[in-house]
């Protein structure tokens, strides 16, 4: 052991720092050779070993191997291992210190790899640290760290925990086959978390009373579980892959409030892609999810959340919100999953410019629930596009819907609005299906379907102002219904126009008038409520009869014929009350 300050050589190493004249400042380099010793730095100096291949400090199971107690110490390249357990012991610690660097080293065998105490702005670069309990431990507010380069592997234990501390970096680190979690960080406050490989962990990344918590670039692999962020606010995830997560989600949040989650690719994972519950404030966009064993994205209970410019691709669910308040989806592309976005139990969202296409089962799901309002989407090649089950308040507007089953259907649901939407080569345009009542379908085009509308089992329901045109089947069928109203539509070159067994009204009495009908334009000699006074009003002479119990009573003779009509009667027969 060789101080080349002052050029004396010594036997072990702790006899070089404890020589009188090795001063702060001083540099020691150490042969090649094993050192059965327990190292204790009470000077600032250099210390460098040879090689850490061939430069061993031993603590034969006893105690910590080296203790840096102050500031402004290097130790490069040397094997450090085999520190006693069971008191916290390392294979360096470094207690109440500064400016610290600890590189190149080999650090294995050991209860803790590296573990600092209330220490701050330290550098731990370019060291293996592998086979300990635990790989590297900041604890007790050890502040402003850097933890670059390091590659940390089959630790018993988790690869690096930070706890009680705030303010360090984890870059650029290659952290593996761990047992437990490959960076764990609880309570602690603007940690930064960038660039690095963590994979065939138990756990990729755990975040836990983590706010201002920055995770940005890292590969996460092949973890049992992916990441887990809890009970942690005001962070941000961005631009990870998370991959390949056995058993479990790839990104899973809980307890927060205000989150960003983008860029990310989340894939194969076997539970879901991104899970996000409990929490208020999140945004989730530009990220990737695909393949994953349930669903792209879920989320849970959340209130005021974004969810745009996302991809969902060949998932169980690509989007399942449950019990969000106040969310808004847009501009989202789920493809080739089995439901496209299903929605359970919410309340007052907003889904608007999403594209939903060739889902297996569903493009758009809603269950038990209230006020959304579905807007300006468009639904490719779904088997079924627009289900909405046990629901109520709902708004489907200005959507285009083609090349489904059928474009939007519902059952047992009440008081929902479907207003201008296009809906086109599809099995039915419109169907409800049972105990539907209450709702307004208004200004839809529904074109070249088999059916138009078709409406089972469902009473007190308004059907007006819609183009329904060239529909193979039938362009509006009513089964098993009562007390619906159907009027000022356009009946324009279906197989058959309508069909009707059950007591519904057709028309908007007089002189409002009820639909067109392109096989019932004439004649127009006659006006008034019973089209007995001579003279033109607009309105078809003769009934169109639907069945023989059902007819419209006043169909217009050109298409929108209702904005002609004069619905104002200006002259009163006192005799007759006409």
Known sequence: VHNVDIDEYFSGIQEAIDYSGTLDGHTIMVIPGT????????KTLTIIGNDSEDTVIDGNGSGTVVTVTVDSVNITGFTIKNSGYGGNYSGIKIYRAQNVTVQQCIITANEYGIYLVNSSDN?????????????????????????????????????????????????????????????????????????????????????????????????VSYNHKGMHITSSSDSNIVGNAVLHSHHSDGIFVESFETITIKNNIVKWNDGSGIVVQNGKGCLLTNNMASNNGNSGIMMLTVM????????????????????????????????????????????????????????????????????????????????RTIGIFN???????????????????????????????????????????MECSFNSVDENTLLNNEEGISIHFSDNNLVRYNEIEGNTIIGLRIVGSANNAVFHNNFVANNLHASDDGSNSWDNDYPFGGNFWDDW???????????????????????????????DRFPVTVRNGWLYLATEMKVHNLNSGK
């Not at 939407?421 to 039915?428: D, F, G, L, M, P």
Request: aromatic letters at 10%; a negative charge.
């Open 123 to 219: 550098k731990i670069t370019n060291n293996i640290i592998y086979n300990n309990r635990w790989g590297i431990y900041l604890f007790d507010l050890s502040d402003a760290n850097i933890v670059f380069n390091n590659e940390i592997h089959s630790n018993i234990d988790h690869g690096i925990v930070l706890f009680m501390s705030d303010d360090n970096a984890v870059i650029n680190n290659t952290v593996f086959n761990n047992t437990d979690h490959a960076i764990v960080i609880y309570l602690c406050n603007n940690t930064v978390i960038i660039n690095n490989n963590l994979t065939d962990n138990f756990l990729g990344i755990w975040a836990l009373y983590a706010n201002f918590t920055r995770i940005e670039d890292n590969n």
């Open 521 to 551: 334009t004439s004649p127009d000699l006659m006006a008034g409520p019973d089209q007995d006074i001579p003279g033109t009003d607009g309105i078809v002479d003769n009934p169109r009869n639907i069945t023989t119990i059902n007819a």
């Open 391 to 433: 629901s109520e308040y709902n708004t489907v507007r200005g959507n285009h819907i083609f090349d489904s089953q059928f474009g939007i259907g519902m059952s047992t649901s009440h008081n929902n609005s479907v207003i201008e939407n296009i809906v086109e080569n599809c099995w039915a345009g419109v169907f409800f299906e």
């Open 35 to 42: 050192y059965n010793e327990n190292v204790i730095v009470k």
């Open 304 to 383: 005021e959340g974004h969810i745009q410019d996302n991809a969902f691709n060949n998932n169980s669910n690509g989007l399942l919100l449950m019990s969000p308040v106040n969310t808004t989806v847009k501009n989202n592309a789920a493809t080739g999953n089995a439901r496209g976005i299903w929605v359970n139990e919410s309340t007052d969202n907003l889904f608007m410019n999403n594209n939903v296409s060739h889902n297996d089962d569903f493009g758009f799901y809603v269950e038990k629930s209230y006020s959304n309002t579905i807007v300006d989407n468009i639904f490719n090649s779904n088997n």
